[in-house]
């Protein structure tokens, strides 16, 4: 059984992986039954033909963390599951059932200075219930030490896929059509204007590397929330000249074109789970410019160029660097084992299936 929350709805980065990780599921180990636990405001959704391929169970509470660890206990109860898979929260009601959590990070209790005291307040459900699972699973080792270091639960990196929406999509150049792009003339950059993702830096950066101009820009795939006390003067003096240019929110398919015809990749932010964006433009041949911290040195290995995010001038050294590297040639072989969504569901699986033959 898996908690549903997000298959229709929510972060895109979530959304892509509760549903790979459950279609992969299906696909591969026919066998199992699946069942899911859905929210109230899904229900139009599935009457219109959802495609979860299981059988569907409800809980009215909201938010997320109150209706998994307190709405979920009629499901469990009805469908009597071998395994439950929750996402960040874990329900705190006994059951027969072995639970495991899909937490995707703890950012918040190392980095509280990055979040709202609402964020702070929400997220801590998941710490707190965690200690009701039986085990926890997360995307990286960098991820899965921070994890352990505040939740006396096992913890297991299982590694994530890329989202199947995006690599098997066919890219569309509407937004390159909308800002006048060329293909492989221009930088990308991907994320918000907040303090970790330091988008400032990345943007001051492409700037000093004295290869933006308007006919060369930096494409931000992200909103411009806070841009007048987040830039700097430089900042904003590209913006005006049209040297920075901002997709706000896009599709798929015009993000898949994006990271096929872009000149390099910039993200340069100060701590993640896993970091997704250089990942996903790896696979299309494109090199990063990344932030020297373990997640990326775990998840990229070789194929970016790491930088001090800190520092814009080392920033500006490695855009400089990565533009004038070819295009990087994919092996099939290291994303299979490195990124792929057989493997990773296996690995949860088999967790899932050992705990499960345990507890009988």
Known sequence: MFDCYWWFEGPPSNRHVLRDIVTTWSTEYPQDELAGVFYENNRNELAKGGDFPGVYYWTRLRPHGLGVALGSGAALRDFQPCVYIGQNFTPILKNPAVKLTYIHDLMFLEHPEWFSFVERAYFRGMSLTARFTDSIVTSSES???????????????????????????????????????????????????????????????????????????????????????????????????NEI???GYIGDSELTWLYKNTRALVFVSFDEGFGMPPV??????????????????????????????????????????????????????????????????????????????ERR
């Open 245 to 247: 240019l901002f997709t």
């Open 280 to 357: 996903e433009a790896a696979f299309f041949g494109t090199k990063s410019v990344v932030s020297d911290i373990p997640v990326f040195r775990e998840t990229l290995q070789d194929n970016a160029v790491f930088v001090n995010p800190n520092n814009v001038q080392d920033i500006s050294r490695g855009i400089r660097q990565v533009c004038d590297q070819p295009a990087m040639p994919i092996e099939p072989s290291w994303w299979q084992s490195k990124h792929s969504w057989e493997v990773s569901v296996s690995r949860i699986r088999h967790l899932a299936m050992t705990l499960a033959q």
């Open 143 to 241: 991820e899965a030490k921070r994890i352990a270091r505040h939740v006396s639960r096992p913890v297991d990196a299982v590694g994530l896929g890329l989202s199947s929406e995006l690599t098997e999509i066919t890219p569309t150049k509407s937004v390159a059509m909308r800002l006048g792009l060329v293909a492989d003339s221009f930088i990308l950059a991907v994320g918000r204007l907040n303090k970790r993702e330091n988008l400032g830096r990345a943007i001051d950066a492409a700037r000093a590397s004295g290869l933006v101009c308007k006919d060369f820009p930096l494409v931000v795939v992200g909103e411009r929330d806070g841009r007048q006390s987040q830039l700097s003067e430089s900042a904003r003096e590209g913006i005006d000249r």
